[in-house]
């Protein structure tokens, strides 16, 4: 099968987008697929590949220069047409996406559009308002995909209380070879508190949606140190909100892992997650988890088992959880196996067979009709 994947990020870009792309990619090449990816240029070296990857000029968002927001270029049509697509995959579609669906809908190729950003959740962190506008663009850009993929119940939900047609659930996977207990590093833990300070870490993205100022409860507590990973634009105002955290900045693969499985309890503060990856890793880790009970944590965490919800944008509920489970190493031991046993199956590879089915469908769908 030949698939061109069209997404707003990739590697070396550091997201959630970013990441499912290049897993989907991998695994396509894999099992024998050709899959073509299609993404903005990105300043600097971009690094290895599983397949070929066709970058259509770019400039950076302003105030927010980590994310990449494509021109218009007629890179993208030539390459779908180029490579002979039987089906096109859209990676989140906003800007790049919708052209893609465009220049599919052009070339009479089924897409399948995948949703995995809160345009309306992030509407509201940043305008305060325009949450109905951006869900008409939602309903617009995945009305015209055949087959609309959600990465949560939550969010399918959300998707099919607005209106837009044939929505499946996809949920995403986790490398738990990557991420595993075994990487728990004294060391590290030694550099982090070094008086034996029980640790509570974030990893993510340091912006307004992220809500990560919910752990400045957290930071006053005794005998805990907050510990937050990843960089963006709120990273100067959150080192002042929360005193005596440590920032380790941006890390990525084996080094990521070995902080993960150092934790003794991961807190996700963001509510408007369609999924959470991070969540998933900490779970691998087995680390037990606190997370806001709304969107993808709904899907994830077990509560009372592999961890706490907790209300959203509840600063002294993110504390109680955190303190609770600071209080109780036996609780965290128990939450931090039975989230690592969770997460055993839910390998990249699983639900990677997963979508190629959906692509099965969806052209099995278009035989028919033609028929």
Same mark, same amino acid.
């Given at each position: ?100 669906? +465009? ?26 308002? +325009? ?69 509570? +870490? ?170």
């Amino acid at each position: 099968m030949r698939v061109v994947i069209v997404t707003e990020s990739f590697p070396p870009d550091v997201n959630g987008v970013a990441h499912c792309a290049l897993q989907t990619a991998r695994h396509l090449a894999a099992r024998g697929h050709d899959p073509l990816v299609v993404a903005p240029a990105v300043a600097g070296p971009v690094g290895e590949a599983p397949c070929p990857v066709v970058r259509v000029p770019s400039l950076p968002l302003p105030g927010y220069p980590q994310v990449r927001v494509a021109l218009p270029s007629r890179r993208l049509a030539a390459a779908l047409t180029a490579h002979r697509a039987d089906v096109v995959h859209l990676a989140s579609p906003f800007v790049l996406g919708v052209r893609g669906m +465009g220049v599919a809908a052009r070339l009479g190729l089924p897409a399948v559009a995948v949703y995995q950003t809160d345009l309306a959740g992030y509407a509201r962190t940043y305008m305060g308002a +325009g949450e109905n506008t951006a869900w008409r663009r939602i309903r617009t850009v995945h009305s015209a995909a055949d087959r609309t993929l959600a990465p949560s119940t939550a969010a399918l939900r959300d998707l099919e209380e607005h209106g837009v047609p044939r929505v499946r659930l996809w949920p995403r996977g986790v490398d738990t070879v990557r991420f595993r207990p075994e990487l728990r590093d004294e060391t590290l833990r030694r550099e982090l508190a070094p008086n034996g300070e029980t640790i509570v +870490g974030y990893v993510g993205r340091l912006a307004p949606e992220k809500c990560v100022e919910l752990l400045a409860g957290a930071c006053g507590l005794p005998g805990l140190r907050v510990v937050v990973v990843g960089d963006g634009p709120s990273g100067a105002s959150l080192r002042e909100a929360l005193p005596g955290a440590v920032f380790m900045g941006r890390r990525t693969g084996a080094d990521l892992a070995r902080i993960f499985a150092s934790l003794d309890v991961f807190a996700h503060t963001g509510p408007y997650e369609t999924f959470c990856q991070t969540v998933q890793e900490a779970m691998a880790s087995g680390v037990p988890v606190i997370a806001p009970a709304a969107g993808g944590p709904l899907d994830l965490v077990d509560h009372g088992r592999t961890g706490l919800l907790v209300p959203p944008r509840d600063t002294g509920a993110v504390t109680r959880a955190v303190a609770a489970l600071v209080a109780d190493p036996a609780r965290r031991e128990a939450y931090g196996h039975a989230g690592r046993a969770t997460v055993e199956g839910r390998t990249w590879a699983a639900v990677g067979d997963q979508l190629i089915g959906h692509y099965d469908e969806v052209l099995r769908e278009r035989t028919a009709v033609a028929a």
